[in-house]
């Protein structure tokens, strides 16, 4: 198993761009998250899905929007990149079950100038 | 409103030494109490976690302490080896619906000097 993976792993936007965030994971988890990490702090939740078609709001949820047309995939979108967008983020998920791990991925590092 | 508060930021440990890294909480919703850790340029990985029906678990050199009625947990890390060196963060969540909704502490930066 490849676990989380995520693409692309270092990106640069003007202000104003959008781009989309990929995560796909092959463990079959019914439960998948966008976390941000600005540096030096800890994570924050975006959104988070429990499954296919079902997606709701984390603690950030503004200037982002996501979809789950798939078990395996979770994109995370980007409308109109702003520098407070600027962050490391991350996706992860688990499997149904309480509770069972939150494996992470490797991140995207994002930069807005 | 700061819902997880950890400490301390950083931490300098001998080779050997105990390492303990506290994480305080507001939400009495919380029922799951990780630990993860993160290397640089990496995700962050869960080390250990308890659930709020125990007061202590242990897993190798790891450990946690949790204190329902003062809304503390704590990590302890015993035989600190220059490997542990990381940053910690502890993340706290309601499992609603099993969904996690980790909320982070800001971390705490160890290292183990040989």
């Known amino acids: 198993n490849a676990g989380v993976t995520q693409t692309p792993k270092f990106r640069i936007l003007k202000i104003g761009q959008s781009m989309t965030l990929q995560c796909t994971q092959d463990?079959?988890?019914?439960?998948m998250y966008w976390y941000r990490q600005d540096p030096g702090m800890g994570l924050k939740l975006i959104y988070y899905?429990?499954?296919?078609?079902?997606?709701d709001k984390g603690e950030v949820p503004n200037g982002y929007n996501v979809s789950r047309s798939t078990t395996e995939d979770f994109p995370l979108r980007l409308e109109l990149a702003a520098p407070s967008q600027t962050s490391v983020y991350f996706c992860?998920?688990?499997?149904?079950?309480?509770?069972?791990?939150?494996?992470f991925g490797p991140g995207t590092r994002l930069l807005v100038l | 409103q700061q819902q997880v508060k950890q400490s301390p930021q950083s931490l300098i440990v001998q080779k050997g030494g105990i390492s303990i890294i506290n994480c305080a909480y507001e939400?009495?919703?919380?029922?799951?109490f990780p630990w993860y850790q993160q290397f640089p340029g990496k995700g962050p990985a869960l080390l250990i976690a308890?659930?709020?029906?125990?007061s202590e678990k242990k897993e190798g050199r790891f450990t946690i302490s949790f204190n329902k009625s003062a809304k503390q947990f704590s990590l302890h890390i015993m035989d600190s080896q220059p490997g542990d060196s990381a940053t910690y963060f502890c993340?706290?969540?309601?499992?609603?619906?099993?969904?996690?909704?980790?909320?982070f502490g800001q971390g705490t930066r160890l290292t183990i000097n040989p």
């Open positions: 992860a998920s688990n499997l149904q079950g309480a509770p069972e791990t939150q494996y």
């Open positions: 463990m079959n988890h019914n439960y």
């Open positions: 899905s429990v499954g296919a078609g079902i997606t």
């Open positions: 939400n009495t919703a919380f029922d799951y």
């Open positions: 308890i659930r709020p029906d125990v």
């Open positions: 993340a706290p969540a309601p499992i609603l619906q099993g969904a996690q909704k980790l909320v």
